[in-house]
């Protein structure tokens, strides 16, 4: 502690006029402010004088010519800290830690709130004088200390034959892999969607990107300066004019935008910008940086939130077998689904895409194969749920109406899709939608949407979101397409964020070499012990089971643990990882039974995982489930085993490339 102090000292020392300086409550972390001329910060790294991020400006444009940022003196500042725990259900540890010490700068009109945790900083705006008009833009350009590695989701042209322009990269569902390059070779001009990581390896040190708290405003994309090694903030522009189409005419394009990105009107704050700083990889999947900085609940009831795992039939294309009927969207398809979720302790069964006449963008149009109430009521009585899918824009024309006949029928909640945007608007709707169905007591799961910024506190029936390159992706993805070393990037990344419906529970599995896309029967990367891993990696509240109830009842090893595993936790240790390498990570249930799952890339790997987070003086029974002999091979391969474990033994969790590791620990 005395270098990191004598560090800090000297840096202080050679700070700029007009600089204040901030640090975290461990003194690892030094926020330099600096008002002469322009708004600038920078992150040091106390311990070793490793600058983090060099001096980047900061401020909003307005379009009146006003901006906040440009120099002006700082008419009062006020220090202040906290430590204190914030509850958290529906999450993956009961309660978080909110330990910061805090620096608010007040300017004329405006103010700056600065926050240093010991795991990161962040930093947001805030209007004080009531001003009302457009922000033209943010300022936001952060000039990295290094040559960073990006591990970065580049947006997606989905033009594919042409090259698309930079307002139309903004029609995107954010569902992308990550671009791994140096910052200087990645492409000048390259758009990334957040969280993003910046690797510094020489420091053995990296900053993650991204933002919190985004409500009533754009979301913000950074964009590769290569020649001043930083990124800029960009978001999207107001839409000007839009247009019904996209897929099954569900989603407004927007055709034109304004010159300013949001319309603002009175005081109010704006979205908070942090870096976390890891010196470890397994510090990325236990960051709580978002669900901090998100405002508070703003239900006056939880308790009739029910999370769980999902019947799902879209992946698996309806695709039963064994039974005396014709499967797809009918009645008697969905009572089998129903049947297999009440045999199995499953929560809730989704009638996705297809319930609805399709064309028509009208949810009270239900085919008539489909009777809701009788689906409704024959599920109730097997204590299962039904969630519908709904086209975007067939819930936004009529939301209110929507929610209140299917709330009223006894429906539980809304799968929203095809959103693909993240302007002001779009924003607006996802509050919107949640306040609603809040008030309805309705769950609502995300999908073709931006990335979670902390909705899923502000109202936890936002109970899921997509936003991720999912397992969905395997019904069309081609060959050579290496969704293995994916799996083992996204904990580290995309779960900073917050949940994912990621739709695991494949129990067909193909070695990365034996896969091919097959939308009617599809298939997973990787072993079958990788599939069960991940219900216990993957952040998911509401989870689904992607394959057919038929496969699952001919695997029923695999699917009784899988039943097995909650879905909300209330601890979480993350027992090994390396980003885009292998990830092992422990929750705990209500219950006091652990739950361990670990995966790995494209090699072959030995973990020796230490049980020393368990109870003292307590027994467990171990249910193990490991990649079998053959699963190099063929990947369904897994053995399952059984012992007694406590807090002074350790597992070791052998894979094979692409493989997975899985066990229940039960006190007795």
């Given amino acids: 502690m005395k270098n990191a102090l004598t560090a800090a000292f000297a840096l202080a020392l050679a700070l700029p006029m007009h600089a204040i300086s901030l640090s975290s409550p461990d003194g690892k972390l030094l926020l330099d402010v600096a008002t002469a001329d322009s708004l600038r910060i920078s992150l040091t790294d106390a311990t070793s004088g490793k600058e983090l991020l060099r001096p980047s400006t900061i401020g909003i444009a307005w379009n009146d010519g006003d901006y906040w940022g440009d120099g002006e003196k700082v008419k009062k500042s006020r220090r202040s800290k906290a430590n204190s725990t914030i509850a958290s259900p529906f999450y993956k540890k ?71 322009s930079r307002h139309e990269l903004f029609w995107n569902d954010m ?107 397994r510090e ?79 949810l009270f149009d239900v085919v008539p194969e489909i009777d809701l109430p009788e689906l409704i009521s024959y599920a109730k009585e097997r204590g299962v749920g039904i969630i519908l899918w709904a086209g975007y824009l067939a819930f936004e024309k009529d939301m209110e109406a929507v929610v209140r006949r299917y709330a009223d029928m006894g429906v539980k909640g809304f799968k929203i899709d095809f ?112 599939q069960l891993a991940e219900f216990v990696i993957f952040d998911s509240p509401l989870s689904m089971l992607c394959d057919s109830p038929g496969n699952y009842m001919r695997e029923p090893e695999s699917t009784a643990f899988i039943a ?19 990830i092992a990570m422990a929750r705990r249930g209500a219950d006091g039974t652990w739950y361990i799952g670990a995966m790995t890339g494209n090699e072959a790997l030995e973990l020796e995982l230490d049980l020393d987070f368990l109870d003292e003086g307590t027994v467990y029974d171990a249910v193990i489930m490991s990649d079998g002999i053959n699963a190099d091979s063929y990947a369904s391969d897994y053995r399952c085993s059984k012992g007694i474990v406590s807090n002074n033994d350790g597992l070791v969790a052998r894979m094979v490339a692409g493989g997975g590791f899985a066990a229940i620990l039960s006190p007795r």
């Fill in 94 to 164: 009961a309660e978080v830690q909110d330990n910061y010490n805090a620096l608010n700068l007040n300017f004329d009109g405006y103010s700056l709130e600065l926050r240093a945790y010991n795991d990161g900083i962040a930093y947001r705006f805030a209007g004080t004088g009531g001003k009302c008009g457009e922000v033209q833009s943010e300022t936001a350009a952060y000039r990295l200390g290094a040559d960073d590695t990006l591990y970065a989701p580049r947006v997606r042209n989905r033009k594919k034959r042409t090259k698309a």
């Fill in 419 to 530: 959103l693909n945007r993240d302007d002001q608007p779009m924003i607006d709707f996802m509050y919107r939608t949640a306040e609603l169905c809040g008030r309805h007591k309705m769950l609502v799961d995300f999908h073709g949407c931006p990335k979670p910024t902390g909705l899923q506190r502000t109202y936890p029936n936002v109970i899921n979101y997509e936003a991720v390159f999912g397992l969905e992706q395997m019904k069309w993805t081609k060959p050579g397409v290496d969704q293995i070393t994916y799996d083992v990037t996204l904990p580290f990344i995309r779960s900073i964020a917050g949940p994912m419906d990621y739709t695991q529970g494949a129990m067909r599995n193909a070695p990365l070499n034996q896969y091919y896309p097959c939308r009617s029967n599809p298939m997973s990367q990787g072993t079958r012990c990788r």
């Fill in 284 to 362: 990325l999947p236990a960051s709580d940086m978002v669900y901090r900085l998100a405002a508070p609940c703003r239900l006056d009831s939880t308790r009739w939130i029910r999370p769980g795992k999902v019947a799902w039939e879209w992946w698996n294309n309806w695709g039963l077998y064994g039974v005396d009927f014709k499967a797809g969207v009918n009645n008697d398809t969905y009572k089998e689904y129903i049947d297999f979720a009440a045999d199995k302790g499953i929560e809730y069964v989704i009638l996705d895409e297809g319930w609805a006449t399709k064309g028509k963008c009208d």
């Fill in 564 to 582: 097995a595993i909650p879905t909300v936790f209330e601890r979480t240790e993350v027992l090994a990882g390396k980003v885009g390498d292998h």
């Fill in 175 to 281: 569902q992308n892999q990550y671009t791994v390059s140096p910052l200087s070779a990645i492409g000048h001009g390259s758009l990334f969607f957040t969280p993003l990581l910046a690797a510094d390896s020489a420091a053995c040190v990296t900053v993650a990107f991204g933002e919190a708290d985004v409500e009533d405003y754009p979301g913000m994309y950074l964009a590769a300066d290569t020649a001043a090694l930083a990124l800029h903030g960009v978001s999207a522009p107001y839409p000007a004019a839009t247009v019904q189409g996209g897929h099954n005419d569900l989603e407004m394009l927007v055709t034109e935008r304004e010159n300013y990105i949001a319309r603002v009107a009175g005081d109010r704050t704006f979205p908070w910008r942090f870096f976390i700083v890891s010196r470890d990889d």
